[in-house]
């Protein structure tokens, strides 16, 4: 893979929660012919020059098939997963994505690299005539997640929303908001699967 420099972009596919309003975990469900984790790594692996799967330390021998890092337990929420790959790798940035996320295609991810600016914390998807960040459908710069351990530090709060809302990021809107659409129980995953079933998926 080569040194690592500021403007390489690797992948991190949040699979560490623990999916309690959905029943069972988010990774697996097949949305795509295939587990939705699968799927965002293998569209990660298309514009990163690598992917991770972030997960729990008990998740560690389901996901023997893919590159991992293992949530190291020193913050709370997403924000676990994204600074331990930081720690592990803290010079590139880390094009983050939910695995709740299940209308997210190549030319999403496309249109957030194409659109990074490394000179921001953070470039982020946000909903169209919105500025609300989605941070966890963003890139995070190195510089950006520096920020975002001393602000954890400083303000005790885990929140990456929170964080990104008080930075300088850039936001970028989608063609269509529903590629942020999260689902997250089984009402939004039935809801799901009968929206790709009519695209012919």
């Known amino acids: ?11 991190l596919v949040l699979d560490g929660g623990k999916s309690s309003r959905m029943g069972f975990e988010k990774g697996q ?7 939705q984790r699968d799927h965002l790594m293998q569209l990660l692996e298309q514009v990163c020059e690598a992917a991770f799967l972030g997960i729990r330390k008990a998740q560690a021998l389901e996901a023997r ?3 991992v890092i293992e949530d190291e337990d020193q913050y709370q929420g997403p924000l676990n997963s994204i600074l331990s790959a ?3 790798y803290p010079n590139v940035a880390w094009l983050v994505i939910a695995c709740d996320l299940p209308f997210v295609d190549l030319s999403a991810l496309k249109k957030l ?14 909903h169209h005539n919105g500025h609300v960040p989605e941070p966890l459908f963003a890139i995070w710069e190195p510089m950006g997640l520096e920020s975002a351990k001393a ?4 303000t005790r709060k885990s929140s990456p929303r929170d964080f990104l809302m008080e930075s300088d990021i850039k936001l970028v809107h989608p ?10 129980n089984q009402t939004d995953f039935e809801w799901v699967k009968q929206k790709l079933s009519s695209k012919g998926e």
């Open 175 to 184: 063609k269509d908001d529903i590629i942020l659409y999260n689902a997250n």
């Open 65 to 67: 098939n893919f590159s």
């Open 86 to 88: 930081h720690h592990q």
């Open 29 to 35: 469900i097949m949305y795509h012919g295939q587990p």
């Open 151 to 154: 602000y954890v530090e400083k």
């Open 1 to 11: 893979m080569g040194a690592q420099v500021p403007n390489t972009l690797y992948g």
């Open 113 to 126: 690299v194409n659109e990074r600016d490394t000179n921001k914390i953070a470039t982020a998807y946000a």
